[in-house]
T-cell receptor, first 113, second 116 residues
Framework: QQQVKQSPQSLIVQKGGISIINCAYE??????FPWYQQFPGKGPALLIA?????SEKKEGRFTISFNKSAKQFSLHIMDSQPGDSATYFC????????????FGAGTILRVKS | EAEVAQSPRYKITEKSQAVAFWCDPI?????LYWYRQILGQGPELLVQ????????DSQLPKDRFSAERLKGVDSTLKIQPAELGDSAMYLC??????????????FGQGTRLTVV
């Protein structure tokens, strides 16, 4: 019930291409879905987040698509750049649970120049 | 820019020794979290504080781990005795308040623990 499943484990994209990472959750009580970016040796940093009352949110080159009925959400990185190479984590939380984040296993993204 | 401070950045300790990590959250943040991140996996919550009170420690191995936030500001996570399986990154995060609906959590750079 608390799991968040993330795919793929790793992804290689050419510079300028679109990177797509997918997540699926089980607990329909979750009400906040953030994506975090983590560089080696650093802590995760919030990239973009969405709540289930909207189906899409865009910030610059980053877009979250949310499908409530399928219990899935995805991160799209447009015009991927070498500087986007990092590990990306999806997560989910619920205010009732103290907003503690349940993370996916992560996706290692490499953007080739 | 405000940030979550953690120390030490790296710690190597022998099995069965005690080890402690320190975290100073962003000023004014009432909620503090300790997460453990095993290499190649996502972070997992160990303990959550609201001010000085523990609100969730269900995943904290209480036979060897302890955490405190005595004055509701900085926090210490302790492991005694350390085991080989405790080798991981220990991340501290904070947010304004888990009670207010403000959900953005800010993470520190973490403490990389290696138990030998």
């Amino acid at each position: 019930q608390q799991q968040v499943k993330q795919s793929p484990q790793s992804l290689i994209v050419q510079k300028g291409g679109i990177s797509i990472i997918n997540c699926a959750y089980e607990n329909t009580a979750f009400d906040y879905f953030p994506w975090y970016q983590q560089f080696p040796g650093k802590g995760p940093a919030l990239l973009i987040a969405i709540r289930p009352d909207v189906s899409e949110k865009k910030e610059g080159r980053f877009t979250i698509s949310f499908n409530k009925s399928a219990k899935q959400f995805s991160l799209h990185i447009m015009d991927s750049q070498p500087g986007d190479s990092a590990t990306y984590f999806c997560a989910a939380s619920k205010e009732e649970y103290g907003n503690k984040l349940v993370f996916g296993a992560g996706t290692i993204l490499r953007v080739k120049s | 820019e405000a940030e979550v401070a953690q120390s030490p950045r790296y710690k190597i300790t022998e099995k069965s020794q005690a080890v402690a990590f320190w975290c100073d959250p962003i000023s004014g943040h009432a909620t503090l979290y300790w997460y453990r991140q095993i290499l190649g996996q996502g972070p997992e919550l160990l303990v959550q504080f609201q001010d000085e009170s523990v609100v969730d420690d269900s995943q904290l191995p209480k036979d060897r781990f302890s955490a405190e936030r005595l004055k509701g500001v900085d926090s210490t996570l302790k492991i005694q005795p350390a085991e080989l399986g405790d080798s991981a990154m220990y991340l501290c995060a904070s947010s304004l308040s888990s009670l207010s609906g403000n959900t953005e959590a800010f993470f520190g750079q973490g403490t990389r623990l290696t138990v030998v």
